[in-house]
């Protein structure tokens, strides 16, 4: 089986039923439609979807973060079951932090379950570090971890070819200061 091509594009509409599938079995608790729907039109609210390149239709993989100020901050991430392991959380997060970077994020930050061993990997290899641990942080009483990754520490080369070119393709994207002078 051949690899599929993939691009990181906004969210819209039309993948709200397969991103809130995803979510259902990667998050717990979920959110639901109307939350993801919310995320759409917030000012400051970012969700991408990750699709294939040939129809653009299939949702392998989402994210919805937002930059209210200067920390960047991932709310959700879910990978489609069938495409874990194959580096799509991977890329979409190298694009949300690249995002961080273009718009002058001083880090990105982000809560994961205790026990999510194979996200919390990921999250290392990327350069994440446990901050703080809260206790009970889950409704089932699952421990949270919260994890940051200091952007203004740190340089990440942007890469044309593979990165996702947020500000042509995210009329919402905050222009860094330097891009606005």
Do not use: C
Not at 42 to 48: D, E, Q, V
Not at 51 to 74: C, I, M, R
Not at 132 to 160: F, N, Q, T
């Amino acid at each position: 089986m051949r690899r599929l091509d993939v691009s990181t594009r906004p969210a819209s509409e039309d993948d709200l039923s397969q991103v809130v599938k995803i979510e259902g079995y990667s998050n717990r608790p979920p959110w639901k439609m109307d939350a993801f729907r919310a995320e759409l039109s917030k000012k400051f609210s970012h969700f991408w979807v990750l699709t294939d390149d040939e129809t653009d239709e299939n949702v392998f993989a989402y994210v919805v973060f937002s930059l209210p100020g200067d920390q960047l901050h991932v709310q959700t991430l879910g990978v489609e079951r069938d495409s874990r392991r194959k580096g799509h959380a991977r890329k979409l997060l190298r694009d949300v932090i690249s995002f961080g970077l273009r718009n002058e994020a001083a880090s990105v930050a982000l809560e994961v379950r205790k026990g999510n061993e194979a996200a919390i990997k990921l999250y290392q290899g990327l350069g994440f570090v446990v901050v703080h641990v809260r206790k009970g942080g889950y409704p089932d009483g699952e421990d949270a971890y919260s994890m940051e990754l200091r952007l203004d520490r740190m340089k990440i080369p942007v890469d044309p070819e593979t990165d996702f070119d947020h500000e042509e393709s995210d009329a919402r994207a905050v222009r860094s200061k330097k891009n606005t002078v």
